[in-house]
């Protein structure tokens, strides 16, 4: 084993039984989001959504983690009491299966990055619009192998090329970026 780091995990926890499907909290990542900060509220832009299915009184928010260029090969159903929910309601990967967490004009995904901004934020702010404490907020230290922490996740930029790279090619997007220079 090489050497343990010490890092620092932001965790937003969800307590299903106290969400009851108000959705402040996707309004509330659509506005800080929004470019400029405030100045709309799309949820649609949100990084959060509260995926619903009144027949089965099922409200479960799920915020977007990572980008999939490919939907998963199969589905699994989980039974929680009496009720059946699928696999997808838990799942917060940007694949195109779902419409969620695909920017509405552009298409290109759209990442939960935990609110980080200059000041920081004391709690992400679905966590803060959130008044039944559905979502709560803790930090908590953990030790990992130096060389896994230093392996940067991807930023929102790189994700959004990726992307494009997947829905169009390289060749494509170099000659569009080659005539957006000359243009
Ligand atoms: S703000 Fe809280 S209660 Fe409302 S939908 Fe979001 S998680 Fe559920
Ligand atoms: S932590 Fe921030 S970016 Fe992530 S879903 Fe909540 S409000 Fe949106």
């Known amino acids: ?21 108000c959705r402040y909290c996707e309004i509330a990542c659509a506005a800080f ?17 509260v995926v619903t299915d009144i027949y089965n009184d099922e409200l479960v928010p799920i915020r977007a ?19 059946e929910y699928s696999e997808c309601s838990f799942c917060g990967t940007i694949c195109p299966a779902r419409d969620l967490f695909h920017e509405p004009d552009s298409g290109l995904p759209l990442k939960c990055d935990l609110c980080e901004s200059d000041p920081p934020q004391e709690e992400p702010l679905c966590v803060q619009a959130c008044a039944r404490d559905a979502l709560t907020y803790e930090e908590k230290e953990v030790l990992v192998e130096a060389e896994d922490e230093a392996q940067v996740r991807p930023a929102e930029m790189e994700l959004g090329l990726r992307s494009l790279i997947d829905k169009y090619g390289v060749a494509a997007l170099t000659d569009t970026f080659a005539r957006m220079k000359k243009g």
């Open 1 to 21: 084993m090489g050497e343990l780091v010490k890092k620092k995990v932001k965790v937003i926890k969800v307590n299903l039984g106290k969400c009851n499907g």
């Open 33 to 49: 989001h929004a470019n400029p900060r405030y100045s709309s509220i799309n949820p649609a832009r949100s990084r959060i959504r």
């Open 65 to 83: 983690t990572d980008y999939s260029k490919a939907e998963c090969d199969g589905r699994r159903v989980y039974t929680v009491g009496d009720k």
